[in-house]
């Protein structure tokens, strides 16, 4: 593990899905704030690393699917969508889209969407039983911790992507 | 000076947290585990809640980084206002540790805590003036209604007197506590002090 910043490879998410490019006043505001979008870009590649155990990388994207549609959030929910190896015809997705969580057969899946919905549309509703029923489907604590800031990260850049939609449009840009 | 606020459950007063997971002992953190709760925040190595999170260090170092950027950078909107912003936040999500917190943070940048009452008493009407009651309102519609912030939230808030760049470090503070509320509220929880 390491503990220097992220180094970016690929491009800034939230400008891509925003269409937020350089030139544009928009973007000189953002880039004002460049320590904010280095974080952010690097929270999300951090979160979505081959490198935290415990949570499979197409579980989170599953994950993120999922807490798009319910928060919702358009773009961010199509961001996810595109990069599933599961299509819509595909059973689980179904009953996913279809938000019947107790129909899933997997009792892991099951507790893990049953907490993402807990937290994107309610995070009040949220209490200790909750929780433990993650560590009780088989998950260690590491992944329980790297699945909640994932799903509070979601939260984060629903927000923030409509926030700047909003921003974008507003000014004609 | 500050005064003891007590309204639906929120309050000023310093609250504990607790975690419902087990810890990262710090006799048994690794060394990059230790440089990122010291990077974190001063009182992460006795907080439930950073020696929780550092479970996954590098995701706790950005988000860290993230936050620090939000809710200290200089410029762009007042440092108060940001605090003002979190504790509507925290107060519309129930996350009352945060909204403690954030409400303490405010009266000590901005030596009043008005507006504070006015948010615990009853968010939706809170705002001392028209600059305050627009942060306030877009506080809650981005927290409640993240889909759709139509074109009026934004004049309303450029009609007060907010810069773009304003605009963005308010949407920024709102998002981040999007984050930090449902952490707190769903991996531990407050400890009032003993009455």
Redesign the interface.
Known sequence: ???T??THTGPDVIDHLVGIVPGQ??HT??H??D??V???Q??YE??L?P??EGLSVQERLLVGWYAARL????ALEQHYASQLDIDESDAVRHTIAQDQLASLPDARLRAILQ?VR??ITK??S?D?A???TL?AAGLS??A???L??W???L??????V??????K???GQ | MSTLLESHGFTNATLGWKA???TVQLDQA?P?QM??LESSHPQAKVSDYYL??V?????????S??FN??MY?PG?LSRAERELASTVVSRV???VYCASVHAQRFEQLAKRQDVIAQVFEDQATAGTNARERAIVAFSIE??LQ??????S???RLADAGLS??E???L??A???F??????M???G?PVFPAS
């Open positions: 593990m390491t503990t910043p992220a006043p928009l505001v953002r004002q704030r320590k904010v280095h974080a952010t690097g929270s951090a979160l690393s490198d935290v928060t919702p959030c358009p907490f807990a937290l995070p009040i949220g200790q909750l929780l433990h560590p604590t590491p329980v911790v790297a909640a800031q799903i509070a990260f939260s984060y850049q629903g927000r923030l409509t926030g700047l939609q909003a921003l449009r507003w000014r | 419902w997971l087990d690794t990059a440089q990122v929780l999170l479970h996954q260090a590098r995701i706790l170092e950005q988000r980084t993230a950027a939000i950078a762009g999500n129930g996350c981005l927290t993240p889909n759709d912030i139509p074109d939230s934004l004049q773009d760049a605009i963005l470090d949407i920024h709102i998002a981040i999007a984050w930090a509320n449902r952490l509220l769903n991996l929880e």
